[in-house]
């Protein structure tokens, strides 16, 4: 019974104030609680003033092309407009040899305005002398077409190089050979048009080539040139070579994001380590070439030495090698690109004409190939030696750093074709050739006139030489 009564007394009075006193606190905490739950009146809301009208951004997440028309990111954006040719300084041309088609060499083109170049020359040929690409290659702002006519052949054919020993072993060959006598030559032609056009440096690229100016401020081009020593004649962009994951890539340079570094670029453990999965049975680390490719100030007694390099007639030029930035270089990111390449040449299949058309042994083993193999047996060829579909190789190679992933030149060629500017370059040439042609209607010259406007410029595909023709000895 002591147990139970003792149970059952009262508390003390100190005990009892202690109940009221947690009881109160617990109160006042469940209120503070249910204050959180109600939301308060319009006007007490200061830390996020915005409207359903002006929704917040949220700044955890990158945005790649800022509204701004003048990002800082891309100083050559401005609103895609690309009327910044005068006040770029140092100022900087491509020239190039082609004959891909519009939905190549537009994309190129104004990729490369972007990253500050002001001017191309183009030496055309093939598809980018059909009517409709040569009418908006001519049109672009900056870009300078040069058919290969019969006088620009009889102006090459007396041109001091084919007294060069230089490049006496590339004469008389056909296929690759001649095409790599014909860059030389235009680029020769190209220095004389650099010069008139006040240019101060001038690179020879392909239009399956991009520049990648990684280490730049503001991913500029003349802002990596204008940081070279005044005393350097020339710069070298060492390759990347593309690795595609797919054997369906349509639009490579919005597709392809993965590369095989340049071997200047990698340990040289690194490179011995794992040179034969890069290889991926091949016979070389890289597929096509691996020497890079230059810009040159523009000088006296300027000349080219070949397709990636330029020299000076007078004197040892200095050059030296950029440690980031590249040239990308997108070689046979279609599977088209073997028969286009087999029908580019017409050579024979025996061992001593394909040594005389390639001289890369991929290309050799590509034209085999596309010339013996039937569709089927193409795909596994291609699969097997150019994509990259185990991907448990591509992340090792990936994170020994033999190979990189780079998006920018995707993001900005994507936000060009999303922002209409290939399909108002096209449009604008349209509405230019309408208009000629209704001039030429009221004037009384009729459209006869106009037929042989831009065309009459160019050989025809039907009767252009393609060969190269040296002067007689």
């Known amino acids: 019974m002591a147990g139970l009564s003792t149970a059952l007394r009262p508390p003390p009075a100190s005990t009892s104030l202690n109940y009221r006193f947690i009881g109160l606190y617990s109160f006042i905490l469940l209120s503070l609680a249910l204050l959180a739950f109600f939301p308060r009146p319009p006007d007490q809301i200061t830390h996020f ?199 369906d890539i349509k639009e490579p340079f919005s597709e392809v994001t993965m590369f095989k570094k340049n071997i200047d670029h990698l340990p040289q453990e690194t490179y011995s380590s794992y040179y034969h999965e890069a290889s991926h049975s091949n016979p070389n680390y890289f597929l096509t070439y691996g020497n890079g490719k230059s810009a040159a100030r523009i000088q006296d007694h300027l000349r080219p030495n070949g397709a990636h390099r330029w020299h000076n007639y007078m004197k040892i030029p200095r050059e030296i090698e950029f440690e980031e930035a590249v040239v990308l270089h997108y070689t046979y990111t279609k599977f088209s690109d073997l028969t286009a390449r087999r029908n580019r040449c017409g050579c024979k299949l025996t061992r001593e004409d394909i040594e005389r058309c390639f001289m890369l042994d991929f290309d050799r083993y590509a034209f085999m190939i596309a010339s013996t193999g039937t569709e089927e047996q193409m795909l596994k060829w291609y699969r097997e030696h150019v994509v990259w579909t185990d991907r448990g190789v591509n992340l ?78």
């Open 49 to 247: 003033p915005y409207t359903t009208q002006d929704p917040p951004v949220i700044t955890t997440l990158p945005r790649p092309f800022p509204s701004s028309p003048k990002p800082p990111s891309f100083p050559y954006y401005r609103d895609w407009k690309f009327d910044f040719g005068s006040d770029l300084n140092p100022k900087i041309c491509i020239t190039s040899t082609t004959s891909a088609g519009l939905d190549e060499i537009l994309p190129w083109i104004f990729y490369h305005k972007v990253i500050g170049i002001t001017n191309f020359f183009l030496f055309v040929e093939g598809k980018a002398v059909s009517p409709g690409a040569y009418s908006v290659l001519k049109s672009v702002p900056g870009v300078r077409l040069i058919p290969r006519t019969k006088d620009l052949e009889v102006q090459q054919a007396n041109s001091r190089i084919w007294n060069e020993t230089w490049l006496k072993p590339f004469f008389y060959k056909p296929c690759n050979y001649e095409l790599f006598v014909k860059q030389t030559l235009n680029m020769e032609s190209g220095i004389v048009m650099a010069r008139e056009a006040g240019m101060d440096w001038i690179i020879h690229l392909d239009t399956d080539e991009l520049m990648y100016p990684a280490g730049s401020q503001g991913y500029s081009v003349p802002k990596l040139l204008s940081d070279v020593p005044e005393d350097v004649d020339t710069v070298v962009f060492p390759n990347y070579e593309s690795a595609v994951e797919r054997d």
């Open 396 to 473: 090792k190679l990936l994170s020994e750093g033999v190979f990189t992933r780079i998006h920018t030149p995707m993001v900005i060629i994507q936000s060009l074709k999303e922002s209409g500017v290939f399909s108002s370059a096209i449009a604008s040439a349209q509405e230019s050739a309408i208009s000629d042609d209704k001039l030429l209607t009221s004037s009384g010259t009729g459209s006869a006139k106009r037929s042989g406007g831009v065309e009459n410029e160019i050989v025809s595909e039907s009767t252009m030489n393609y060969t190269i023709t040296p002067p007689l000895l």
